[in-house]
C-alpha cells in the first residue's frame, strides 16, 4: 500500500496573515513529488509484472501451441480460446477483453503488435492498432480505481 502525505493549502497559510509561507508550499510540493514517484514506481512493479508474464501460455503450454499452429491457427482450437482468456493483451478480440482492462492492457497490446509486427517483417498500421475508443475509456477509468485501491492517507 502506497501512503500519501497529507498536504492541504490551509497548511502552508500563515495563521494570522492568511498568506502562503513559502517553505511550507515548498515542502508540500517537494512531499506530492514524492508521492506521485511512489505510484509512478507501483506501476513500474506493475508492468515488470506483465512483461514478465506476457505471452506464458504459449511457453507453458508449448504442445498445444504447437499443435494451434500447425493446424494453422484455427479460431476455435482450444488453446487458442484459453489462450485469449489468460492473456490480457488480445484488445481486438472481443472475448479477448477482460472485464476490468486497463492501461497496462493497452500498453501490453501496443508492445506486442509492435514487436510482432516488426520481427515477422509486418508493418503496423492504424486499422491493427485501432481499438474502440469505449475501451479506452473503461481502461482508464479502471486504472484510476486501481491506482486508488493502492493509496491510503498518512
Not at 83 to 91: F, G, K, P, V
Request: cysteine-free; aromatic content about 8%; hydrophobic content about 35%.
Amino acid at each position: 500500500m502506497i501512503k500519501i502525505k497529507s498536504t492541504k493549502l490551509e497548511d502552508a497559510k500563515d495563521k494570522e496573515t492568511g498568506e502562503l509561507m513559502g517553505d511550507v508550499l515548498y515542502e508540500q510540493s517537494r512531499a506530492h513529488i514524492i508521492d506521485v514517484e511512489k505510484i509512478m514506481y507501483l506501476y513500474i512493479r506493475m508492468l515488470r509484472r506483465i512483461s514478465s508474464r506476457h505471452d506464458h501460455t504459449k511457453m507453458d503450454e508449448i504442445h498445444d501451441f504447437y499443435d494451434f499452429a500447425n493446424k494453422g491457427f484455427p479460431d476455435n482450437h482450444p488453446w487458442f480460446e484459453r489462450h485469449i482468456r489468460e492473456e490480457r493483451h488480445h484488445l481486438n478480440i472481443k472475448e479477448g477483453v477482460p472485464d476490468d482492462i486497463n492501461m497496462f492492457d493497452i500498453l501490453e497490446k501496443i508492445g506486442d503488435s509492435v514487436a510482432a509486427a516488426y520481427a515477422r517483417g509486418g508493418k503496423i498500421t492504424k486499422e491493427s492498432m485501432r481499438l474502440d475508443p469505449k475501451l479506452l475509456e473503461l481502461a482508464y477509468e479502471n486504472t484510476v480505481k486501481l491506482t486508488i485501491e493502492n493509496v491510503e492517507i498518512e
